[in-house]
Each structure stands twice: as structure tokens, then as C-alpha cells.
């Protein structure tokens, strides 16, 4: 981690699992962590429909990264990355209650002084908001695209991101 720019990066999955696509940020973080082997300053929280539950482990954060569905106007499963003044106007436009305190959270946030001085937001369209633990097919075959967004977006930030799969195919010739 030597030279990284945002020492202290939490990665923070939202999203309720029991409506199929709305929990994408809470399946894309557990991809994250099982494919990557993330170094130290990055934390990987799954914050689930928490809201104002997670203001004590997102203030004063460096960097945070949010990933969750995404409500806009792209086709179904589009990828969307929003950055720091672009995500509050995306938070006015609801797609699920766990967004409202999210929407609240990030306001608190700003007028205490303790928001992270970035905030980065990873989604994706959502298809399917029916009742269901897994995404739907279409979001499901994005995920990997997904995750791969966000490792880019740690490695940019100058951190050394370690792909368990290549460790294990390097290491096992």
C-alpha cells in the first residue's frame, strides 16, 4: 500500500437481499472479497438497509465507495459511476426505502463535517425488484463487471489489489 493516495477507503454494499436485484451491493462486495485480496486502509463493510446505523463507521472516512442498484435512466443492467456532488441528486430519485436513509446518512454526514472527503458510487440497473435471494440473470452476469469496476477504482487509488484466482494459478504452476 505504499504511496496510496486515500489511506483509509471503506467499500460499503447496500442493498436488501431478500428483493432480488436491490441486494446487488451486498452480492457485489461479497464477490469483491472473495475474489480480491484487498490490503490494509481498505475496508469492505455490508451495510445492507442499515441507513443512519453506519454513520459511526463511514465519518471521517477518506474515500468511500458505495455499491448498490441503480435507478437511471440507462437500459436495464446499464453500469453507472457517480462521484462526490453527482450522488445527492441521484439519491433524490428512490428506488427502495434503504436508499432514504442512505439519502439521510450522507446529509448528516456534511453538516457535522465528518463526511469522506470522496465518495464514489458503483451500480447497476436493476431488472428485477420481485421477492427472491438471488439477482435476476441479466444483473447476475454483470456483477463480475461490476466488482471489476471497483477494483479499478482501489487500484487507481494506489493500492496493491491481489486477484486470489491468478495467486492460486501462479502459485500452483
Known amino acids: 500500500m505504499e504511496g496510496a493516495v486515500w489511506p483509509d477507503v471503506l467499500v460499503l454494499g447496500v442493498g436488501n437481499v431478500l428483493l432480488r436485484d ?3 451491493g451486498v452480492h457485489a462486495i461479497r464477490r469483491l472479497t472473495e475474489r480480491y485480496i484487498l490490503p490494509e486502509g481498505v475496508t469492505v463493510i455490508d451495510g445492507g438497509t442499515s441507513g443512519l446505523d453506519l454513520l459511526d463507521l463511514i465519518a471521517g472516512r477518506d474515500h468511500l465507495i458505495i455499491v ?3 435507478a437511471h435512466d440507462g437500459p436495464p443492467e446499464t453500469m453507472i459511476r457517480m ?3 453527482e ?3 441521484f439519491l433524490q430519485t428512490k428506488i427502495s426505502p434503504h436508499q ?4 439521510d446518512l450522507l446529509a448528516v454526514l456534511q453538516l457535522t463535517g465528518d463526511a469522506p472527503a470522496r465518495i464514489t458510487l458503483f451500480g447497476l440497473q436493476p431488472v428485477d425488484m420481485g ?3 438471488e439477482l435476476s440473470a441479466p444483473l447476475s452476469a454483470r ?3 461490476l466488482v471489476e469496476a471497483v477494483a479499478s477504482e482501489l487500484s487507481a487509488l494506489e493500492f496493491d489489489i491481489r486477484d486470489r484466482h491468478e495467486m492460486a494459478t501462479t502459485s500452483g504452476e
Open 68 to 70: 448498490d442498484a441503480v
Open 22 to 24: 436491490e441486494g446487488l
Open 83 to 85: 462521484v462526490d456532488g
Open 87 to 89: 450522488i445527492p441528486a
Open 100 to 103: 432514504l436513509g442512505l439519502s
Open 131 to 133: 421477492l427472491g435471494l
Open 143 to 145: 456483477v463480475d463487471a
